[in-house]
């Protein structure tokens, strides 16, 4: 292998643009799902800076095309020349473009201008059927695709640009792809879009060594939705931004066509239009509203609450029936717990992005060895138990702290969370029913059950519940998918640990 060879497989230094500045030359969908409108969220979701020439007007939705108007070409050569005597162009994406005379003018300035990567998405008919291209201008898009780096027709559109009969499976689709990037020297993508099964699978096809192989297919199912208008815009404006950074076709499609799978399946939370709706090109920077995840936690932790309020330890302390070896063990579980707790509250200290937080976690922490010597004192001192840590009390712990060895603040807080918020809604079950059975002294834990309506504890627990909020929403999408495990977790040591006195006592 030469040393030229090598960097080009692995590079060292990416020399694409990290923001690529992307001009889409094609036509309004005022509804959004396609054409600029689709193009200009396509390329901003990929992290380009997203410019557009308008083609033609189009009046559409989600159900069709009602009406097409094609401005005088003259407009649109002084937009495209506004743009390019001021803006240095990295990658163009051309889609709709109405009729021959709009053609010849973006190959006219694609001629004078010579962007370094040209997608040409040759658009001739809508997801709705509706016709986008003037049958008499077909023989003047075929000859503007040898100026396309990329081609990206669908399957009628490769078939009409063929002149053959549409593929009707996925061999002949490939077949008709290496004529066609035979015919005019080009890479052409064959998509799977219009083809029935399960999978959906496209590939790249050229067949003058312009790629690593000639056929370079990547794989995807399926997805049942019909929601599927502005698919093949978004896709060839996402890629002709990816390109502009990878500089390799092969990488783009693979990097871009997991995004348009998310796009696809994300696309019902949108419920824009009653036909094909569009695909939801931001799914990935869903903003969460303030206490929607806290919501979801609560929705993870209501099952648990309800199994903590059927253990025989919760009923008994009740009642007062618990036996006191079962009440000792507990106590003394929960000190060695505290120990180890306060740790991890230490540790959320430091990582806290705010000093309002910091402070609030030291003193957390301080705050429960200052309830562990408490405990000590007070409680266990007079009475029997054991001061070996039990296997529940060990494992949360270690739990806790394999929650915070990863160093995400909003995962600690995640499962640090069920402590307060579970220990705050039993304890205030357990006071209000002692407080409604009139507060007898005589009960054997009277003044337990009274350190239970703590009103600092419940202030205390509103603001880690609210930090945690604020910490999902400025996490990314998998730390909020672990912060939702470490969640879960904890929650079900909450319950483990109120019946580990029934199990080891
Ligand atoms: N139901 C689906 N599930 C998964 N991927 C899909 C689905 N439909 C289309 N795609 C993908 O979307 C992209 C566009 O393909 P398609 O063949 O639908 O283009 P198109 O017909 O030009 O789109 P448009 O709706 O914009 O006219 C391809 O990557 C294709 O694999
Ligand atoms: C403006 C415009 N461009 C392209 C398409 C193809 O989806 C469409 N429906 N509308």
Same mark, same amino acid.
């Given at each position: 292998? /030469? ?38 969220? %396509? ?45 240095? @162009? ?35 008919? $809508? ?91 990547? $794989?995807?199912?399926?997805?049942? /939705? ?25 990488? %783009? ?96 200290? &430091?990582?806290?992005? /705010? ?17 562990? %010597? ?27 702290? &394999? ?5 995400? +603040? ?5 499962? @640090?969370?069920?402590? +307060?918020?579970? +220990? ?8 209000? %029913? ?39 929403? $400025? ?17 079900? +040591? ?12």
């Amino acid at each position: 292998m /030469t040393s030229s060879s090598y960097s080009s497989v692995y590079p060292l230094v990416v020399s694409g643009r990290e923001t690529p500045r992307v001009l889409s030359i094609a036509g309004s969908d005022p509804s959004g799902g396609a054409g600029i409108q689709a193009d200009l969220k %396509s390329i901003a979701a990929q992290g380009g800076y997203g410019m557009a020439a308008v083609t033609a007007l189009t009046a559409q939705n989600t159900l069709g095309v009602s009406a097409v108007h094609v401005p005088p070409v003259e407009f649109l050569r002084q937009q495209l020349e506004a743009i390019s005597t001021d803006i240095a @162009i990295d990658a163009v994406k051309i889609g709709m473009l109405g009729d021959a005379a709009v053609i010849d003018e973006v190959r006219g300035w694609l001629e004078a201008v010579r962007p370094a990567v040209v997608v040409l998405d040759p658009v001739m008919v $809508a997801t709705s059927g509706d016709r986008l291209l003037r049958g008499s201008a077909e023989q003047a898009l075929r000859a503007l695709l040898p100026l396309a780096d990329l081609i990206t027709p669908n399957l009628p559109e490769l078939a009409m640009l063929l002149g053959e009969p549409e593929a009707a499976d996925w061999e002949s689709a490939l077949n008709q792809g290496k004529r066609l990037a035979a015919e005019c020297g080009t890479t052409v993508l064959v998509k799977g879009g219009h083809l029935a099964g399960t999978e959906c699978p496209d590939a790249l096809v050229n067949t003058s060594g312009l790629l690593r192989q000639d056929v370079i297919e990547v $794989a995807g199912p399926r997805i049942e /939705t019909k929601n599927s208008h502005g698919t093949g815009c978004s896709l060839s404006s996402a890629l002709a931004t990816v390109q502009a950074r990878t500089g390799d076709w092969e990488a %783009s499609l693979r990097e871009v066509k997991p995004w348009l799978l998310q796009a696809l399946l994300h696309s019902d939370s949108l419920d824009v239009g009653k036909g094909n709706g569009p695909v939801h090109h931001f799914h990935h920077h869903q903003v969460l509203r303030p206490g929607e995840f806290a919501a979801a936690l609560w929705k993870e932790a209501a099952p648990e609450l309800a199994a903590i309020h059927k253990l025989s330890f919760i009923d008994g302390l009740q009642s007062g029936d618990l036996p006191e070896a079962a009440f000792n063990y507990y106590l003394a579980q929960d000190a060695i717990y505290l120990n180890g707790y306060s740790r991890v509250l230490a540790r959320a200290g &430091a990582l806290a992005p /705010t000093e309002e937080e910091q402070l609030f976690w030291a003193k957390a922490s301080q705050q429960c060895l200052e309830v562990e %010597s408490e405990l000590h004192r007070n409680w266990l001192s007079t009475r029997e138990a054991s001061p070996v840590t039990g296997p529940v009390t060990k494992s949360y712990v270690d739990h806790l702290l &394999a929650s915070s060895a990863a160093g995400s +603040y909003a995962v600690v807080l995640a499962a @640090i969370l069920p402590c +307060y918020w579970l +220990y705050a809604e039993v304890g205030q079950q357990l006071h209000a %029913s002692f407080v409604d059975a009139g507060a007898p002294a005589a009960h054997p834990y009277a003044n337990w059950l009274r350190t239970y309506a703590d009103e600092e504890f419940a202030a205390a627990t509103r603001n880690a519940i609210n930090f945690t909020d604020a910490a999902a929403a $400025a996490a990314s999408e998998g730390e909020r998918a672990s912060m939702l495990e470490a969640f879960a977790q904890s929650c079900r +040591y909450e319950t483990a640990f109120f019946d580990a006195p029934r199990l080891f006592a």
